[in-house]
T-cell receptor, first 112, second 111 residues
Framework: NAGVTQTPKFRILKIGQSMTLQCAQDMNHNYMYWYRQDPGMGLKLIYYSVGAGITDKGEVPNGYNVSRSTTEDFPLRLELAAPSQTSVYFC???????????FGSGTQLSVL | GQQLNQSPQSMFIQEGEDVSMNCTSSSIFNTWLWYKQEPGEGPVLLIALYKAGELTSNGRLTAQFGITRKDSFLNISASIPSDVGIYFCAGRDTGRRALTFGSGTRLQVQP
């Protein structure tokens, strides 16, 4: 029962570096989401996808990019890392739009 | 943007006590969800609510979808140490995709 799998679990980046956070789900969900969680705060939506080949911006998309070439995978790309992107990133998926999200265990990212 | 106010921000209680927390929204929601997050993990769904006035239980947890559709409540009865964590409300209205999350209620239980 893998559910939603995120890699890596931890990462430290230097300012200006780029990286891709990986997310995969094995529940055949069409809907996938990326959220970020800053200390003591709730989750803010970065990007979401309603199916392979379709993505859209959430509340805080600046500095990020996504792609959805398959139903299973939804990677999040940081092109020029900035300290403001230090956060915990959660990927999630759902069977129906915006309902009963299943979350991965998160990626803790520090940009120094 | 959409606002979800969750209170209280934190609670420190004795084992066996009952707990109540709530969320209020600036707009009408058609779905309310309650999640629990433990350290180092992603949120896990506790209860989902889909109709105004709906009252749903999951073991010692009970949640209600407010009549006004702008609020929701979560109660935990007879708390135990494993209830420790951060509880998030989340909601969705008809005009938006994805969920909006509250800022969380951090619960600590003293054995």
């Amino acid at each position: 029962n893998a559910g939603v799998t995120q890699t890596p679990k931890f990462r430290i980046l230097k300012i200006g570096q780029s990286m891709t956070l990986q997310c995969a789900q094995d529940m055949n969900h069409n809907y996938m989401y990326w959220y970020r969680q800053d200390p003591g705060m709730g989750l803010k939506l970065i990007y979401y996808s309603v199916g392979a080949g379709i993505t859209d911006k959430g509340e805080v998309p600046n500095g990020y990019n996504v792609s959805r070439s398959t139903t299973e995978d939804f990677p999040l790309r940081l092109e020029l890392a900035a300290p403001s992107q230090t956060s915990v990133y959660f990927c999630a998926s759902s069977y129906r739009d915006g309902e009963k999200l299943f979350f991965g265990s998160g990626t803790q990212l520090s940009v120094l | 943007g959409q606002q979800l106010n969750q209170s209280p921000q934190s609670m420190f209680i004795q084992e066996g006590e009952d707990v109540s927390m709530n969320c209020t929204s600036s707009s009408i929601f058609n779905t309310w969800l309650w999640y629990k997050q433990e350290p180092g993990e992603g949120p896990v769904l506790l209860i989902a609510l889909y109709k105004a006035g709906e009252l749903t239980s999951n073991g010692r947890l009970t949640a209600q979808f407010g009549i006004t559709r702008k609020d929701s409540f979560l109660n935990i009865s007879a708390s135990i140490p494993s209830d420790v964590g951060i509880y998030f409300c989340a909601g969705r209205d008809t005009g938006r995709r994805a969920l909006t999350f509250g800022s969380g209620t951090r619960l600590q239980v003293q054995p």
